[in-house]
């Protein structure tokens, strides 16, 4: 295996990249100079180092703060009520730009596919469970399930309603799904901040 086949292996395993994709990455390094190289080699091999997992919503952040959690979950001026449970750490930047949530985030870590038999090691369900019992004590009354809009999404909602079930049947919970509002297989990451007004306005 050359250079080239081992560098290009690397990126194939990023998210939508495919073998010609990943080639073509490899061939722009080669054209790059030396220095812009040095300085990539050097943001991947510190990113662990420089970025941490915040214990409270699992979301990646700069470790600058010096606390275990992230600047949203910090901040004591959102709105207690609310818990926004999405797919990825992407999601949340352009839910912030649309100016229109002021509640707390959880990062599931991913979906469900509709063909997986063990759903638990791909998502985070004990986790949230745990963080909406904290919440619980804090006045958390809605949690809102922010998945795309696609038939993995669909299904990763009805997990999460059942697995969280025995606080819907006690009523301490409202869950309500914000698929209302984005077309069929739209990605929150992707979306407008006028549609995801309209998505929060009409989440049911
Ligand atoms: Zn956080």
């Known amino acids: 295996m050359t250079s080239i086949d081992q560098l290009a292996k690397h ?30 080699a050097s943001a991947i091999s510190t990113i662990h180092t420089k970025m941490s997992l915040c214990t ?28 926004m449970v999405v797919e990825r750490d992407s999601d949340i930047p352009p839910i912030e730009r649309s ?38 004590k804090n006045d958390l009354a809605e949690v809102i399930l922010a998945f795309s809009v696609n038939p993995d999404g669909e299904q990763t ?3 999460i309603e059942k697995l969280l079930e025995s606080y819907t049947e006690r009523n301490q919970l409202k869950i309500s799904i914000l698929g209302r509002g984005l077309s069929t297989g739209s990605e929150l990451e992707y979306a407008d901040p006028e549609t995801i007004k309209n998505a929060l306005r009409n989440r049911t």
Request: hydrophobic share 35%; with cysteine; charged share 25%.
């Open 11 to 40: 990126f194939e395993r990023f998210p939508g990249i495919g073998p010609r994709q990943a080639r073509r990455f490899v061939y722009h390094l080669l054209s790059e100079n030396p220095d812009a190289l040095t300085s990539l």
């Open 56 to 83: 409270q919503c699992f979301q990646y952040f700069a470790r600058d703060n010096g606390t275990m959690i992230c600047d949203i979950c910090n901040d004591t001026e959102r709105d207690n009520t609310l818990l």
């Open 99 to 136: 100016g229109t949530y002021n509640g707390y985030y959880f990062v599931l870590g991913g979906t469900v596919p509709l063909l997986d038999a063990d759903e638990n090691i791909r998502v985070r369900g004990g986790a949230l469970k745990g963080i909406i019992d904290l919440r619980l």
């Open 157 to 159: 909602a009805r997990y």
